[in-house]
């Protein structure tokens, strides 16, 4: 019943990340001007959720492991002992067991977090969801837009359940805001999902001998280039506005933080 805090581990500087997570005193560093508190504690009574937990820098895997182990740690700068008093869940969507092997990831961390695994399948393996989850990230966006539109058609539904979707869910949503955005009245097209050049086919596992192109008249485009092209059609949608409950944040479901982050990975700034 109590608060749910979620923190990126992947869009957190390195020389951040030990604040974010476990808070800092003042004078902790140049610009730590007051004590801040910590997701770890203000998760009190909640649930803290460490997405892309793999990303994660090797001296913080130290202080997540300690506070796994004995439920305790220190703020930045601190020496008053804290207790976690939190339910801790982790995500990642890249094999554990290979970056333990390489060296990446701790192996003592990496059993700590195996607990309770839950292994959730690809979007590509659970096609089936296909058809409710575009239902549902199409009205979530319709009514942020304040627009009104139709049933998916089943030329549209059998485009979406033909892609691989390499990005798994947050692809499939990114690529129904877009198609909310662009679309003219109250009917997606199949054009309005903007996935000419991309690849499509069966679940065979050999797929590259079972694959075809939705559309000829474009080449494929790496991911990063196409995120980067829809986080600029989100930005000119709301005028560059990153916060607030119209801005580009809120539009993608992301915290502004993880934006800027993105932002500045994709190399876009502000006109």
């Known amino acids: 019943d109590g608060p749910f805090i979620q923190v990126n581990c992947g869009a957190l ?7 974010e997570l476990f808070g800092h005193e003042k004078g902790a560093f140049t610009s730590a001007v007051s004590r801040r508190l910590g997701k770890v504690e203000l998760a009190k009574g ?29 703020r930045v700068g601190g020496s008053e002992t804290l207790s976690v008093q939190a339910r801790i869940v982790a995500a990642t969507n890249r094999n554990l067991e290979e970056l333990v092997s390489s060296g990446a990831f701790r192996e003592d961390l990496y059993y700590r977090f195996q607990v309770f695994p839950i292994y959730l399948p690809p979007l590509r393996e659970r096609k089936e969801d296909i058809p409710h989850l575009a239902e549902f990230f199409k009205h979530r966006m319709a009514t942020h837009l ?9 030329e ?29 009245g109250s009917q997606i097209e199949v054009g309005d999902l903007g996935l000419y050049g991309f690849r499509i086919g069966s679940p065979d596992p050999d797929h590259k001998k079972n694959t075809v192109t939705v559309s000829q008249d474009r080449e494929v485009v790496p991911l990063d280039e196409f995120e980067r092209h829809y ?4 930005l000119k949608i709301t005028n560059y506005q990153i916060s607030g409950n119209r801005g580009a944040a809120a539009l993608l479901r992301l915290p502004p933080s993880t934006l800027y982050s993105k932002m500045k990975k994709l190399g876009i700034k502000r006109p």
């Not at 986080?231 to 989100?234: A, D, Q, T």
Request: glycine share 6%; proline share 6%.
């Open 46 to 74: 909640g649930t803290l959720f460490l997405d892309e937990v793999s990303d994660m820098a090797p001296q913080t895997q130290v202080r997540m492991l300690r506070l796994l182990e004995e439920g305790t740690y220190e």
């Open 231 to 234: 986080i600029l059609e989100v």
């Open 156 to 184: 549209v539904i059998e485009v979406l359940q033909t892609c691989d979707w390499p990005g798994n869910v947050r692809e499939l949503e990114h690529t129904i805001q877009r198609a909310v955005i662009v679309c003219h």
């Open 146 to 154: 304040g627009k009104d539109i139709a049933p998916l058609t089943p």
């Open 13 to 19: 500087p390195a020389t951040l990340i030990d604040s």
